[in-house]
């Protein structure tokens, strides 16, 4: 185990690829280089709030004890081995071209190098201004820093390709937020967030590089993230072998996050991994009630682009814009039909990932139909997602009526089912159980394979929202005790959390509909 400070670090990127090395922080554009170094700006006094020790131990990075090693995690320090600087990209944000964007927050340390030879970026969100802070102040309150630190921790424990956190630090110092942009701002308590990936490079590098015409540094980037994260692909023809394989990625992520109810809430092209990650936590939700519809993003409304029965289309569409990136380095005629390949692989993933969800076994004729039903009943009469897909798992192998599948499922109703509500429930209950009595698994491994398929304990909106106050009332219960259930999505170790949102919390801010702020 090494300390932050020690000199494991490499600095690939920053030598690979020009950059404002004048360390201004400035607000500019910054044509020609694809990064600015940016040292942290220093705040008052960094308390360590939370640590990751599971990541730790994968990254081979010893707990900071002293001062100076945890001043690293907020910003006061930087050790000699290091080379803190934001990345510069662009990106379609609600559907439009934003032009330059870049690490507003975020500031890349460097590269560690872990125990088994590889290497993960340290990044620190909150830890001041950069040159593509615009017009904010590069911070970070604890309200998003708690969120992103527990939400990263608890796709990983799902089994969702995502970002890491490493730790969550107080910074002693407030930071002004509106937090839904309506004339409101308040002063709340500043945080840090260290997180880990092997890259955060995202769509919007390349989209950047394409549009100012900066072909070579776009051919540069290309080859360099394909020679580091798909060597595999190296040879005649391997940027098209690389998007094919983006494609394949991304929508195999979105069909993770459908399978767990997860809405990301702003899927701008500057915020998808070119490793298929989950990254960039802000605005996001988990469904309660099952709603295709459901935004958690009061910038998204009232369009709701970024609905969560969206996901899956929008990320084909900017799969489209990077496509359009690609295009100096490989012909249209080609990268068309492999962005088209999307759609086959979505559904071919999607469909087995139900057929898991509702322990099908092998995929039979007439599947896919049984799967829209569940998708059409479901969003007819709004269960809760999560309670609902945990209590199929035991469902008796034989319901006599409508009022008894009712009754059944009433633990995972946010309302009454009318009668017609309580027939269509019946008719898909029915129409599942003589699927059931097809199956080539036995009832055992069925069960088995839902229970791998389907978590139990996800991180609730208004759970977040009340560890959020237990910390900045100096109460970390909560907290604590969510940091150790999100390692158990799918037992039943935390059922105290099994249970529909509460009335109270439908219209409470930070509950129910949050903003880019969050």
């Known amino acids: 185990m090494k300390s932050l400070r020690s000199d494991n670090y490499k600095k690939e990127f920053v030598t690979a690829f020009s950059g404002d090395e004048t360390g201004d922080l400035t607000p500019r554009q910054t044509p020609g280089v694809l990064y600015s170094k940016a040292i942290p700006t220093p705040v008052e006094q960094v308390t360590l709030l939370a640590w990751s020790e599971e990541l730790a131990a994968e990254l081979g990075i010893q707990k900071p004890e002293a001062q100076q090693e945890l001043d690293i995690l907020g910003g006061n320090y930087v050790a000699p081995a290091m080379y803190p600087y934001a990345a510069c990209y662009a990106g379609h944000q609600f559907g439009s071209w934003a032009g330059q964007l870049g690490d507003g927050r975020a500031i890349t340390l460097g590269e560690w190098q872990t125990p088994d030879g590889k290497t993960m970026e340290l990044q620190l969100k909150g830890a001041g201004p950069t040159p593509y802070s615009r017009r904010a102040d590069g911070r970070a309150v604890l309200r998003s820093s708690v969120r992103e630190y527990l939400m990263s921790e608890a796709m990983h424990y799902l089994g969702i390709p995502t970002t890491r956190a490493l730790s969550l630090v107080s910074t002693g110092e407030p930071v002004l937020r509106d937090m839904f942009y309506n004339g409101n701002a308040a002063y709340e308590p500043g945080a840090v967030v260290m997180r880990a990936a092997p890259s955060f490079l995202r769509f919007g590098n390349f989209e950047l590089l394409n549009a100012c015409k900066e ?225 080539t698994i036995t009832r055992q491994a069925s069960q088995e394979l839902m229970r791998k398929s389907n978590p139990r304990f996800i991180l609730r909106n208004y759970l977040l929202h009340q560890a959020i106050e237990g910390l900045e009332k100096g109460d970390p219960a909560l907290f604590g005790k969510l940091q150790q259930a999100l390692k158990e999505p799918y037992s039943n170790k935390y059922d105290e959390f099994f249970e529909t949102r509460p009335g109270w919390a439908t219209q409470q801010a930070g509950c129910s509909m949050l903003s880019c702020s969050s």
């Open 215 to 439: 072909h070579e540094h776009l051919r540069q980037l290309v080859d360099w993230t394909i020679s580091r994260y798909y060597p595999h692909l190296e040879g005649e023809g391997k940027v098209l072998a690389f998007f094919k394989e983006v494609v394949e990625r991304t929508a195999s992520l979105m069909v993770e996050w459908q399978r767990v109810g997860f809405v990301h809430g702003v899927m701008n092209t500057d915020n998808m991994s070119i490793l298929g990650l989950t990254i960039d936590y802000g605005p996001y939700s988990f469904l309660d009630d099952y709603d295709p519809d459901f935004t958690p993003n009061t910038t998204d409304l009232p369009g709701r682009r970024y609905a969560f029965g969206k996901q899956p289309s929008i990320a084909y569409w900017n799969l489209g814009c990077l496509a359009a990136a690609l295009l100096p380095l490989v012909d249209k005629d080609q990268l068309l039909p492999a962005l088209e390949s999307y759609k086959e692989v979505y559904w071919r993933k999607y469909y087995t990932m139900m057929g898991n969800k509702l322990g099908l076994g092998r995929f039979k004729s007439g599947d896919t139909d049984l799967i829209a039903q569940f998708e059409k009943t479901l969003a007819a009469f709004k269960p809760d997602m999560t309670i609902f897909y945990q209590l199929l798992i035991d469902l008796p192998l034989y319901v006599g009526s409508a009022a008894e599948a009712a009754a059944y499922f009433k633990e995972s109703l946010y309302e009454d089912l009318n009668e017609e509500q309580q027939q269509a429930l019946y008719t898909l209950v029915t129409a599942y159980l003589e699927r059931l009595n097809t199956n």
